[in-house]
């Protein structure tokens, strides 16, 4: 159990640092808001380490805790809604043999985009938003791609 | 070291770029006209239409807060808000139908329309003229 809880902190810990980093680095997609998801490598390594239920709690108190302190909370809702579309997907294709984990980050990326992108349309209450979705899954594709490539790395280096 | 990556993946991967340059494909079919109208929408209920044509500043106060959408040579763009994230700023300007700007903390949206028969512009604006 202590196990467990320490895991659990240094990984939220980690992934608030990664959310940091994020902010700092100005890249631009195209479309305002998209991003490259570093936190995302926190979780996407923790599905294959840790049992789900704990995975799923560190995504959420990383998202609360990112809203508090650096964050919006008109955003949060677009995090929240982000992060447990793209857990639960994840999740499922986990379990799908013949998936490596970047093909399981990819699914993980476009399927955070698609939950943002249907959670703004509701907010909005404005279907042209389905405009941006090849744009959001092309961009999905391609940072799930590179997570996915660096989650494989640390898991070949880090032995847990 | 070496990356590994399943054919599944890239079947996977593939497959969903290939919908998207489709979707794509399918999209900017019928976009080549560029829209003549825009049409602005808060809280899903429409605030106005103005004309591209006519050079004009619209702002734009919510119970969410103040946005400033300006219009100039036949483009629109989001010049001002009060948002916390500011991210409507940084789309570039928009002259083509169906381009959108999104101001999600103000549930703003500012649309461009072919012709004005989806919605009547505003008599407010008229009047202003």
């Known amino acids: 159990m202590a196990k467990k809880i320490a895991y659990s902190s240094i990984l939220v810990a980690l992934a608030l640092i990664l959310s940091y980093i994020e902010a700092l680095i100005p890249i631009n997609f195209g479309i305002p808001g998209v991003k490259l998801g570093l936190a995302n490598l926190v979780i996407v390594i923790g599905l294959y380490f840790l049992n789900t239920s704990q995975v799923f709690i560190i995504l959420i108190t990383r998202i609360l805790l990112v809203s508090f302190l650096f964050g919006n909370m008109s955003a949060m809702l677009y995090s929240l809604a982000g992060g447990i579309v793209s857990f639960t997907v994840m999740f499922l294709i986990k379990k799908i043999k013949g998936f490596s984990i970047v093909g399981v980050s990819i699914a993980g990326g476009v399927a955070h985009n698609i939950g943002q992108l249907i959670v703004a349309s509701l907010v909005v209450e404005n279907m042209k938003l389905i405009y941006y979705l090849p744009v959001l899954m092309i961009a999905g594709t391609l940072t799930g791609m590179l997570i996915g490539i660096i989650a494989q790395q640390v898991r070949q280096h880090i032995h847990l | ?129």
């Open chain 2, 1 to 129: 070291m070496k990356t590994i990556l399943n054919k599944k993946d890239i079947i996977f991967a593939a497959g969903i770029m290939l919908a998207a340059l489709l979707m794509l494909i399918c999209m900017n079919f019928g976009k080549q006209k560029a829209g003549t109208f825009i049409r602005i929408t808060v809280d899903g209920k429409e605030y106005g239409v103005y004309s591209l044509d006519k050079d004009k500043v619209i702002d734009i106060d919510g119970e969410l807060g103040h946005n400033q959408v300006v219009i100039q040579d036949g483009e629109a763009y989001m010049n001002e808000a009060d948002c916390p994230d500011h991210y409507c700023m940084e789309y570039k300007a928009i002259s083509q139908k169906n381009e959108t700007i999104i101001c999600l903390p103000h549930k703003m949206v500012v649309e461009v329309i072919a012709d004005n028969s989806e919605g009547k512009e505003s008599q407010v604006d008229i009047i202003a003229q």
